[in-house]
């Protein structure tokens, strides 16, 4: 509040601002920002400017995300993953504001909550541009579009497609089977990769080509008294997180029935089930690789 009443001659102003963020999860980010909001024009030639330093999280809903893979051609960019198509989201966070000013004055809260949305579209190359609205105060609010860079984090990060796809709606290429990989005698080395079943889009059918696998994997493990069976089950990227966890759970315990069908003890076995995974990348083909429980033979520990 001035000594002197004033009045507002000019309300808005060029600003500026600068972010560090990270997405931590597929529906979740946190951003640091340091704004500059400009000047306010006031009566009697004086000014009044706002800086503000900020946290805030930012929401993006579900229901539209969906995560490809950007493979790249050398070991640093192998298998990374940007944000790619368009996505809206929700802000909410705390900040601190300071002023200066030619006129004297009382600021009533120098810490504030903000609140916001807007919209994100991104590249596969990282780029990406933000258009939102921010209020930060009763007297303070900014509206504008920024220019973002997302840096590849390998498969912690996540895409967005701006065409959503659910892996229980959309039926692949038909895929080719690999032949199954016939078990090497326990004494040549520790570990076996004996081979992957793989599974129809939203299934956990053991289909017939994989029996001979799972067959073999059995004889190999009544052989070896020194070894048990690893068994990693997961789903494709597409559709919801929880309902692709539980999916990959169910193909684990198919592939675990089928096992005990053959004599196997549960305890002989230690399975995961994983989930999502972006190993082999988007399209119909890395989608139906990506739908699998992977087999080793492995010491006992």
Do not use: C
Not at 229 to 256: K, M, P, T
Not at 274 to 288: C, D, I, K, Q, S
Request: hydrophobic residues 40%; charged residues 20%.
């Amino acid at each position: 509040v001035s000594n002197a009443p004033v009045t507002i001659t000019d309300p808005t102003d060029v600003t500026s601002m600068i972010t560090l963020g990270l997405d931590f999860s597929r529906s979740w980010a946190a951003n640091v920002t340091l704004s500059d909001l400009g000047e306010v024009g006031l009566s009697g030639n004086n000014a009044i400017s706002y800086q503000i330093g900020s946290a805030s999280v930012l929401w993006y809903p579900d229901w539209q995300r969906n995560r490809l893979s950007q493979t790249g051609t050398d070991a640093a960019t192998k298998n990374t993953t940007v944000y790619q198509g368009l996505q809206p989201f929700a802000r909410l966070g705390v900040g601190r504001m300071s002023n200066d000013a030619s006129i004297n004055f009382e600021r009533a809260n120098d810490t504030h909550v903000l609140f916001g949305g807007g919209l994100d579209y991104g590249w596969s190359n990282g780029l990406a541009v933000r258009a939102e609205v921010i209020s930060y105060d009763i007297d303070a609010h900014y509206a504008g579009v920024s220019l973002l860079y997302r840096i590849p984090v390998g498969h912690s990060g996540y895409h967005r497609s701006s065409t959503p796809v659910n892996e229980a709606k959309t039926e692949p290429a038909p895929e080719q089977a690999p032949e199954p990989v016939a078990p090497v005698a326990p004494k040549s080395m520790p570990v076996f990769e004996l081979g992957d079943v793989l599974f129809a889009t939203s299934d956990n059918a053991i289909a017939p080509e994989y029996r001979a696998l799972l067959v073999q994997a059995a004889e190999a493990l009544k052989q070896s008294q020194t070894h048990r069976l690893l068994l990693d089950a997961f789903a494709d990227i597409r559709g919801a997180e929880a309902a692709n966890l539980a999916l990959s759970q169910r193909r684990l315990q198919a592939v675990v029935q089928f096992l005990a069908d053959q004599g196997i003890d549960a305890a002989q076995i230690h399975g995961r089930a994983l989930g999502e995974t972006v190993r082999f990348g988007a399209g119909p083909e890395r989608y139906a690789a990506n739908r699998r429980v992977t087999v080793e033979l492995a010491p006992r520990h």
